[in-house]
């Protein structure tokens, strides 16, 4: 079993839509958590951190259930340059190392 | 240009061959990384360093792979004897030491193709 495993998609939407991406961890005691977003041929970037109370970020809003080991991101009003790769990771080894899932692929279409 | 810079940017070799990586980190960054990424999945942990102290290397895929961060500053990751299946993309990144954080920042990579 992946230690973070996430619905590769490709998840196919309109502009406008809202989609939502949901992630598993298998460690407990995961300490942190994130997404990245991943842009075809180029480097991850932190897209935002990821709280018990739920955080939100513009049209992006993060939850994390720690009882499930569940982590949702949800991006309303889909924009085209919305489309990429949106990876789940979570920080482990005593802050040391990050885990990332496989990733979930986003195409927003006119 | 103050991001994380990587060299080369693609790496074209024949099967048995070393080859060496090489990874400049943000200059204030004290922690560097190592991850490797093929198609379709996420990036995977290979070695960290805090400063020149390799603190996990565990996750190393084999003997022949080897990382090194003499002065803390650039690091090098060499690879002996390449198979085919280290074809893919070699990322570094580096970060500030804070307890919690996961913001790490990502060179643009060094692509491997064996052949």
């Known amino acids: 079993r992946k230690e973070v495993e996430q619905d590769p998609g490709p998840f196919n939407v309109p502009e406008g839509a809202t989609v939502a991406f949901n992630c598993t961890y298998s460690n407990s005691a995961s300490q942190s958590f994130f997404w990245y977003r991943q842009d075809c041929r180029k480097e991850p970037k932190l897209l935002m951190s990821?709280?018990?109370s739920g955080n939100e970020d513009g049209r992006f809003t993060a939850q994390l259930n720690r009882a499930s080991q569940y982590i949702s991101l949800l991006i309303r009003d889909s924009k085209l340059s919305d489309s990429a790769t949106y990876l789940c990771v979570v920080l482990e080894n005593a802050g040391n190392m990050l885990t990332f899932g496989g990733g979930t692929r986003l195409m927003v279409k006119p | 240009d103050t991001g994380v810079s990587q060299d080369p940017r693609h790496k074209i070799t024949k099967r048995g061959q070393n080859v060496t990586f090489r990874c400049d980190p943000i200059?204030?960054?004290?922690?560097l990384y190592w991850y490797r990424q093929t198609l379709g999945q996420g990036p995977e942990f290979l070695t960290y360093?805090?400063?020149?102290?390799?603190?996990?290397k565990s996750r190393l895929l084999s003997d022949r792979f080897s990382a090194e961060r003499p002065k803390g500053s650039f690091s090098t990751l060499e690879i002996q004897r390449t198979e085919q299946g280290d074809s893919a993309m070699y990322l570094c990144a580096s970060s500030l030491r804070r307890e919690g954080t996961g913001e790490q920042f990502f060179g643009p990579g060094t692509r491997l193709t064996v052949l």
């Open positions: 990821v709280y018990s």
């Open positions: 360093f805090q400063n020149e102290a390799q603190l996990e």
């Open positions: 200059s204030e960054h004290n922690r």
